[in-house]
């Protein structure tokens, strides 16, 4: 199983809505990433967690908030988001934090209202 | 900051023609480079990748070059073909404790019938 998961593949939220992204990889990386990309740009990095442990924070507002309940899982919470926040949400795996080699999911795109 | 950019944000080749795709970086440290391609509605996909230490790696159909004197990096795509068409990212990881990718802005690669 080379590929990662991500659900939903589309979510549409209220500015006082609280939803959550999922992503699952099956591959036994131990890396997991959170990127936010904009139409037409190239991906930001949001998050890396490290053997479940948060290594990297790129200054993401508190209204994304990381969760890793295991090395298979990956979750991003989202509360109280801006229309500014609407984009495609990728996550990522690697073997290891500094590996190089990244395989993205298909990611979900977000559009708060 | 180091920065990874593009020559140009699109290109339009004839079926069957190669495709270059051209990619500059600034960073000199830069020690890790790959090329993905994203169709739309999806996550990036990994082509090929290729380290400071070569300066030119094979694939299927593909082939980069790396110019570590000019900084300049380049994709080319045989033959290229409609399933082609897509956006291509640079990216590139320099050595260092952050090590994470720094992707360039992409361009947009058309395959014309």
């Known amino acids: 199983d080379t590929e990662v998961t991500q659900t939903p593949k589309h979510l549409v939220m209220g500015m006082t809505n609280k939803k959550s992204l999922k992503c699952e990889q099956h591959m036994g990386h131990r890396a997991m990433y959170w990127y936010k990309q904009k139409a037409k740009k190239p991906p930001e990095l949001m998050f890396v967690y490290s053997y479940e442990k948060l290594s990297i924070n790129e200054s993401v507002p508190s209204r994304f908030s990381p969760e890793c309940p295991n090395s298979s899982l990956l979750n991003l919470h989202l509360h109280a988001l801006q229309p500014e926040d609407s984009a495609l949400y990728l996550c990522a795996s690697s073997w290891g934090q500094l590996n190089e080699k990244l395989f993205f999911g298909s990611g979900t795109q977000l559009s708060v209202l | 900051g180091e920065s990874v950019g593009l020559h140009l944000p699109t290109l339009s080749v004839q079926e069957g023609d190669n495709s270059i795709i051209n990619c500059a970086y600034s960073n000199s440290a830069s020690d890790y480079f790959i090329w993905y391609k994203q169709e739309s509605g999806k996550g990036p996909q990994f082509i090929i990748d290729?380290?400071?230490?070569?300066d030119k790696r094979q694939g299927q159909r593909v082939t980069v070059l790396l110019n570590k004197t000019v900084k300049h990096l380049s994709l080319q795509i045989a033959a290229t073909q409609p399933g082609d068409s897509a956006v291509y990212f640079c990216a590139e990881k320099s050595s260092g404790s952050a090590r994470q990718l720094t992707f360039g802005s992409g361009t947009q690669l058309t395959v014309l019938p």
């Open positions: 290729i380290r400071s230490n070569m």
